[in-house]
């Protein structure tokens, strides 16, 4: 036997080896990403702003590990901060889409509004090795500059995609508007003052966030 003919041989038995203990992974996989909200009167008391109380529509995106749709501590962009007052997904989503073209973004996904409570919406992503983080927003409505969120869950682990996790929603504050009630009169925000999760009474109970409904992500394939 050749000695190219050997390497090809040898590359072919190790790669049958490997697939069958289970070492490699693909380089990419589709969730599910499913949004339930809890946020009711009973649940969060305090000023509740009644029957048009719901969740936004939303935008998210599976993106690279140095891509935030949001952060703790950052300032706000446009997006959001159109998101977080209006509940409208643009220009987030031109934002995202700027991103989306300089690879920071892969797969971009819509989220329907959640009208009541118990009511969950759904959407579908592709995550890859590029960009194996997601995130997402929805604005809490009606508010001044209200949403909820997660931003830059990992779904690849120790060189695995996850098979599903679950994690609690709470509100945040973009820190676009200096109102601190559901229907008071907008206030201004000049300048932006930095996002973090929203610490106003009817968030909060005992000194700790309460959380205002739950996010489960699962791999489809």
């Known amino acids: 036997m050749h000695g190219i003919a050997r390497l090809a041989l040898a590359a072919a038995i190790g790669f049958t080896a490997a697939a069958q203990a ?7 996989a589709l969730y599910e990403i499913k949004v339930e909200r809890i946020w009711n009167e009973a ?7 009644g029957d048009v109380a719901h969740f936004s529509p939303g935008i998210g995106a599976a993106h690279s590990a ?5 952060a703790d501590g950052a300032i706000a962009t446009p997006g959001l ?11 987030f989503d031109r934002e995202i889409a700027g991103a989306q073209d300089q690879g920071a973004v892969g797969s971009v996904f819509m989220l329907s509004p ?14 890859d090795d590029e960009h194996p983080m997601v995130s997402f927003a929805q604005m809490v409505a009606p508010s001044p500059d209200w949403f909820t969120g997660v931003t830059a869950v990992s779904l690849k682990r120790d060189g695995r995609w996850i098979d599903s996790e679950t994690m609690p929603l709470y509100a945040w ?7 601190t009630t559901y229907t008071a009169t907008k206030i201004e925000q000049r300048p932006f003052v930095p996002t973090a999760l929203n610490r106003a009474p009817m968030f909060v ?10 996010v489960t992500i699962r791999k489809v394939r």
């Open 205 to 214: 109970r005992d000194g700790n966030p309460v959380p205002v409904g739950k």
């Open 173 to 179: 504050d973009s820190g676009t508007n200096a109102a």
């Open 43 to 49: 649940t969060h008391p305090a000023a509740w702003p």
């Open 114 to 127: 959640v009208r009541i409570s118990g009511g969950e919406v759904s959407a579908q992503f592709e995550a």
């Open 81 to 91: 901060e159109t998101l977080s007052q209006k509940g409208k997904t643009m220009p």
């Open 66 to 70: 140095g891509y935030r749709l949001f």
């Open 22 to 28: 289970g070492t490699l992974t693909p380089s990419n």
